[in-house]
């Protein structure tokens, strides 16, 4: 039997792509999870592999919907196979029922993984640059100069700080982390 799984990361992504294609490809049961890969419990992954008998194949849209590294793929695949379980990715051609199959499993798998590794080396590249430039990331400041500037002379002339706070469409903690209380009337 052909047993399907399908995720997506976040609540407001859609499984319907995954799980049309999952039925199309002959699926008789499908569970899915909408769940970073990365989190260990994915109660719909751990219902599709207790369903799971021997002879039957589990079935996934892409290789990323089903492990959080390869490493975690490498080991969920190899459990598969002791049970005498298949796995099956669509998009990306893999089939372990053949050793050709498993080759590129492995292979696949490696080039997932790299590629992962490359995206977060060009990202902290990207913001050591900005860093470098000058950048910050982040929200930008509520309180700018100017507005440090004007809550000084509001308080100075004896505007409560709420009042201060509501002109400047901040907070009171905001101005008092910018302006201590210490430093007003």
Same mark, same amino acid.
């Given at each position: 039997?052909?047993?399907g799984y399908a995720r997506v990361s976040t609540?407001?992504?859609?499984?319907?792509?995954?799980?049309?294609?999952?039925?199309?490809?002959?699926?008789?049961?499908?569970?899915?999870?909408?769940?970073?890969?990365?989190?260990?419990?994915?109660?719909?992954?751990?219902?599709?592999?207790?369903?799971?008998?021997?002879?039957?194949?589990? =079935?996934?849209?892409? #290789?990323? *919907?089903? &492990?959080?590294?390869? @490493?975690?793929?490498? +080991?969920?695949?190899? /459990?598969?196979?002791?049970?005498?379980?298949?796995?099956?990715?669509?998009?990306?051609?893999?089939?372990?029922?053949?050793?050709?199959?498993?080759?590129?499993?492995?292979?696949?798998?490696?080039?997932?993984?790299?590629?992962?590794?490359?995206?977060?080396?060009?990202?902290?590249?990207?913001?050591? =640059?900005?860093?470098? #430039?000058? *950048?910050? &990331?982040?929200?930008? @400041?509520?309180?700018? +100069?100017?507005?440090? /500037?004007?809550?000084?002379?509001?308080?100075?002339?004896?505007?409560?700080?709420?009042?201060?706070?509501?002109?400047?469409?901040?907070?009171?903690?905001?101005?008092?982390?910018?302006?201590?209380?210490?430093?007003?009337?």
């Amino acid at each position: 039997m052909l047993i399907g799984y399908a995720r997506v990361s976040t609540q407001d992504q859609n499984l319907e792509l995954q799980t049309e294609a999952l039925t199309k490809a002959g699926c008789k049961k499908i569970f899915s999870d909408k769940i970073s890969g990365s989190r260990a419990e994915r109660p719909g992954l751990t219902k599709a592999q207790e369903a799971l008998r021997e002879g039957d194949t589990l =079935v996934v849209w892409k #290789l990323d *919907r089903l &492990g959080r590294s390869v @490493r975690h793929l490498v +080991d969920l695949v190899g /459990k598969l196979h002791n049970e005498g379980v298949q796995f099956k990715s669509l998009t990306d051609a893999i089939d372990t029922g053949t050793a050709s199959g498993r080759f590129f499993f492995h292979v696949m798998a490696s080039l997932a993984e790299m590629e992962r590794e490359l995206t977060i080396e060009r990202t902290r590249a990207g913001l050591e =640059v900005a860093r470098l #430039l000058g *950048r910050k &990331g982040g929200r930008r @400041r509520q309180m700018t +100069d100017s507005k440090i /500037k004007s809550a000084k002379k509001l308080l100075a002339s004896g505007v409560p700080p709420r009042d201060v706070a509501g002109n400047l469409g901040v907070s009171v903690p905001t101005l008092y982390r910018w302006i201590p209380a210490s430093n007003h009337p």
